[in-house]
């Protein structure tokens, strides 16, 4: 096993690696842009090594700047968690080639899986279903609207490259094609530097279901059921479970045969996911149900703690035992689904604004815990929040028994997390698992766009939401000098009105019903007022 492992990513990926490290009494290296230091992830490592300023481009995305640091550091492997470099090609050579373990599949699997097309052949080849449509590369732009009139109408044009929904176009008419390429190319050129295109059948109403694979070096495969991840807003996944309401036990052994297929398709090593999906509209349950590849990726996924929590399993773990050679531990008869779990990303954003990103600095903290609950964060008291980089926070997951207790446990650990200083989609992940749909688990890719606004509906503001303004204000204008109280006062005086100390429920209402802020913070300026004219009308004391 190995003695030192750099993890080269941030955030609460970061965070999670490094936790698992500890548990297996590996030494960890945190790497960090300026914007970073002294994030939760670089106090956790047992070394923090800076990289770079802010954007990622000369920081977390610089190879040359990541592999230094490894060889300063003594590194023998390099964890990529999720995003930045977790696939890519150039890395996993470089971090080779520089003599590390990359923590990931072999350069061959993220090559075939990266290029869509390539991945489509190479699993059509092994048997697994795929989406209808045209996957040839090269086609000109007669080519991509013959293919799309011959694949019907809608049809979705999707870039080879990339991912995240970006470049995806549906077009509905042969009159929308000419548009649609160009914008289709113009954005897959910009994002991917790739404008090659296929032609799929669109799934409209559709159910993403993803399956865990895991491979090790010695030849086996095996899966660790599924994940439903149909809650998505514009192709981004928000609250994810593991095992898919929809599936029974036929399905999900097809779904994971088909998966496992795929893996050994690429030779793939390590943990990785095999993305399905599934008409909502033309499925019923259990056997029978056509479901089609999407794609794989060749890393950990933001999702994996819903796996985790219904198999036991620590996915980081047996990343780092197939990479260092080892054999995996369990075989697919092992593998046993207990309970249910689901996982919602904690978001800095704006529902009720178009869902925009927000920044600022956390000045108070409440983390959900409880029998069931796991929070994956990054976030402490006094980290400043950006638009560097992705606005995800955390990772609320319930666990229970059944579905339904798993769902009431997250509503309620979302009812129970605050983050004083910065907006997040707290309420809007509570209000979606609210919803009639969700409660039943009649799950699909257009449920949140469908809702709208009665899922980002911000309501009535509540009077603590105004003292905390205020008080957040008071501590922008406190001394930090040697003059004047001492630094942190309005920070601890602002966690108490907004009942981020611990204090009881009913001193909270107490104390926002007193003329909330404004009135609260008069009334006390007044009292100072009266005490010293009541000083000078005494007299000095003697």
């Known amino acids: 096993m190995f003695g030192t492992v750099l993890v080269a990513n941030r955030g609460e990926i970061?965070?999670?690696?490094?936790?698992?490290?500890?548990?297996?009494?590996?030494?960890?290296?945190?790497?960090?842009?300026?914007?970073?230091?002294?994030?939760?992830?670089?106090?956790?490592?047992?070394?923090?090594?800076?990289?770079?300023p802010a954007p990622a481009a000369q920081s977390y995305l610089s190879i040359e700047r990541v592999l230094d640091a490894a060889a300063r550091t003594g590194?023998?492997?390099?964890?990529?968690?999720?995003?930045?470099?977790?696939?890519?090609?150039?890395?996993?050579?470089?971090?080779?080639?520089?003599?590390?373990?990359?923590?990931?599949?072999?350069?061959?699997?993220?090559?075939?899986?990266?290029?869509?097309?390539?991945?489509?052949?190479?699993?059509?080849?092994?048997?697994?279903?795929?989406?209808?449509?045209?996957?040839?590369?090269?086609?000109?732009?007669?080519?991509?609207?013959?293919?799309?009139?011959?694949?019907?109408?809608?049809?979705?044009?999707?870039?080879?490259?990339?991912?995240?929904?970006?470049?995806?176009?549906?077009?509905?008419?042969?009159?929308?094609?000419?548009?649609a390429i160009a914008a289709a190319r113009r954005e897959a050129r910009g994002s991917f530097g790739d404008d090659t295109l296929l032609v799929e059948r669109y799934v409209g109403n559709s159910r993403h279901i993803e399956v865990q694979v895991l491979g090790d070096t010695h030849g086996a495969v095996v899966h660790l059921g599924e994940r439903e991840c149909s809650l998505q807003r514009r192709h981004q996944k928000v609250i994810e479970e593991a095992p898919s309401p929809l599936l029974d036990a036929g399905m999900r052994d097809a779904m994971g045969r088909a998966a496992v297929e795929a893996a050994r398709a690429v030779g793939y090593t390590g943990a990785g996911t095999v993305e399905f999906i599934v008409d909502a509209d033309r499925a019923g349950r259990g056997e029978g149900m056509d479901f089609f590849f999407l794609e794989m990726n060749t890393r950990l996924q933001v999702e994996h703690p819903v796996t985790e929590a219904v198999t036991g399993l620590d996915l980081?773990?047996?990343?780092?035992?197939?990479?260092?050679?080892?054999?995996?531990?369990?075989?697919?008869?092992?593998?046993?689904?207990?309970?249910?779990?689901?996982?919602?990303?904690?978001?800095?954003?704006?529902?009720?604004?178009?869902f925009l990103p927000q920044a600022g600095t956390v000045l108070g903290l409440v983390e959900a815990a409880g029998p069931g609950i796991r929070v994956d964060s990054s976030l402490a008291v006094g980290t400043v929040v950006g638009t560097d980089y992705d606005p995800m926070l955390a990772k609320v997951v319930a666990w229970a028994p059944t579905r339904e207790t798993a769902r009431a446990r997250l509503v309620a650990a979302l009812g129970h997390t605050a983050v004083l200083g910065v907006t997040t989609n707290a309420g809007f992940l509570q209000q979606l698992l609210a919803d009639p749909d969700v409660v039943a688990g009649q799950l699909d890719t257009g449920?949140?766009?469908?809702?709208?606004?009665?899922?980002?509906?911000?309501?009535?503001?509540?009077?603590?939401?105004?003292?905390?303004?205020?008080?957040?204000?008071?501590?922008?204008?406190?001394?930090?000098?040697?003059?004047?109280?001492?630094?942190?006062?309005?920070?601890?005086?602002?966690?108490?009105?907004?009942?981020?100390?611990?204090?009881?429920?009913?001193?909270?209402?107490?104390?926002?019903?007193?003329?909330?802020?404004?009135?609260?913070?008069?009334?006390?300026?007044?009292?100072?007022?009266?005490?010293?004219?009541?000083?000078?009308?005494?007299?000095?004391?003697?």
């Open 14 to 52: 970061a965070v999670r690696v490094i936790r698992t490290l500890r548990a297996m009494g590996i030494r960890s290296v945190a790497v960090h842009s300026d914007a970073d230091a002294g994030a939760l992830h670089t106090r956790l490592a047992d070394v923090a090594v800076p990289i770079g």
């Open 75 to 179: 590194a023998q492997a390099v964890h990529p968690g999720y995003g930045f470099l977790s696939e890519n090609v150039d890395f996993a050579r470089a971090s080779a080639a520089a003599g590390l373990v990359f923590v990931g599949p072999p350069v061959d699997a993220i090559e075939a899986m990266a290029d869509k097309i390539r991945a489509k052949q190479t699993v059509s080849a092994a048997g697994v279903p795929v989406v209808p449509g045209r996957t040839e590369p090269g086609m000109t732009d007669a080519q991509v609207a013959e293919a799309a009139v011959a694949v019907g109408f809608p049809a979705l044009l999707k870039p080879s490259a990339g991912g995240g929904g970006k470049g995806m176009r549906v077009v509905r008419s042969a009159d929308e094609l000419p548009d």
């Open 316 to 354: 980081v773990e047996l990343q780092l035992r197939v990479a260092a050679g080892e054999r995996l531990p369990i075989a697919q008869d092992d593998v046993v689904l207990d309970g249910h779990a689901i996982e919602a990303r904690l978001y800095a954003e704006d529902p009720a604004r178009g």
């Open 447 to 542: 449920l949140i766009e469908r809702r709208g606004e009665a899922l980002t509906d911000a309501g009535p503001t509540p009077d603590e939401v105004y003292a905390a303004a205020a008080l957040a204000l008071l501590v922008e204008a406190e001394p930090t000098g040697a003059v004047g109280r001492p630094v942190g006062r309005a920070r601890r005086l602002a966690a108490r009105r907004t009942g981020l100390d611990g204090a009881p429920a009913a001193g909270r209402r107490r104390r926002a019903g007193d003329g909330a802020a404004a009135g609260t913070l008069g009334g006390g300026a007044g009292r100072g007022r009266r005490r010293r004219r009541g000083a000078r009308e005494r007299g000095p004391r003697r």
